[in-house]
């Protein structure tokens, strides 16, 4: 069985550009998350969708930051503009219907802003 | 709000010895924890989980213990192996069924 595929593996932009990951969860997976993680820190939750809808996005700064799930299966992140302090690793994961808290993560895209 | 918090930022073993990896959370009404491992350039990868029900779950070389009277967790790996190193997250949820994940503990088996 295939993991999250996430692309690009890498990105490395200028500041006040804009920039998109995206997001292809595991088959049949319903619920799809969006986490930031910084340098030595742990996951940080900036969205998550239940199938096409998000249910969460308390922590996405919606000023520059906004992620979109049309049909429910990939889904994508955008940053624009970005800024210095953008620069981490950002990862997806998915989980089955009913499984929220068990998570497949995909390996990232690490972003850097200069 | 919730946070979750590594003891040790850092853990060297000996190829063979058992490990602990300790974890303190500061919400009393989280009630399901999970500890993930993190490989250099990979996503977190799911390694054992536990509901505020038990205090002890077993997998395969590792277990989780739960102390919900001092809101501690530990990871203990037994056999430590030189595939065993990387970083390790606890995390929690509580009734807003959201992870929060702490710093991570890297840890480092020596041969």
């Known amino acids: 069985e295939a993991g999250v595929v996430q692309s690009p593996r890498y990105k490395i932009i200028e500041k006040k550009q804009p920039v998109a990951f995206w997001c292809n969860p595991i088959s049949g997976h319903n619920t799809l998350y969006w986490y930031r993680q910084n340098l030595g820190q742990g996951p940080e939750l900036l969205i998550r969708y239940e199938n096409e809808e998000a249910v969460d996005d308390s922590q996405l700064p919606k000023d520059r930051f906004s992620a979109e799930r049309l049909k429910g299966v990939d889904s994508t992140l955008k940053i624009q503009p970005a800024e210095l302090g953008d620069s981490a690793v950002y990862l997806c994961?998915?989980?089955?219907?009913?499984?929220?808290?068990?998570?497949?993560f995909g390996p990232g895209t690490r972003l850097t802003v200069t | 709000g919730e946070s979750v918090g590594l003891h040790l930022p850092t853990l060297s073993v000996q190829e063979g010895d058992n490990s602990i990896i300790n974890c303190a959370y500061s919400n009393s009404a989280s009630d399901y924890f999970i500890w993930y491992k993190q490989e250099s350039g990979k996503g977190p990868q799911f390694i054992i989980d536990?509901?505020?029900?038990?205090d002890k779950r077993q997998g395969q070389r590792v277990t989780v213990l739960l102390n919900k009277t001092v809101k501690h967790l530990s990871l203990q790996i037994a056999a430590t192996q030189p595939g065993d190193s990387a970083v390790y997250f606890c995390g929690s949820s509580g009734s807003a069924r959201q992870l929060t994940f702490g710093s991570g503990t890297q840890l480092t088996v020596l041969p």
């Open positions: 994961a998915s989980s089955p219907q009913g499984a929220t808290y068990e998570q497949y």
């Open positions: 536990i509901r505020s029900n038990m």
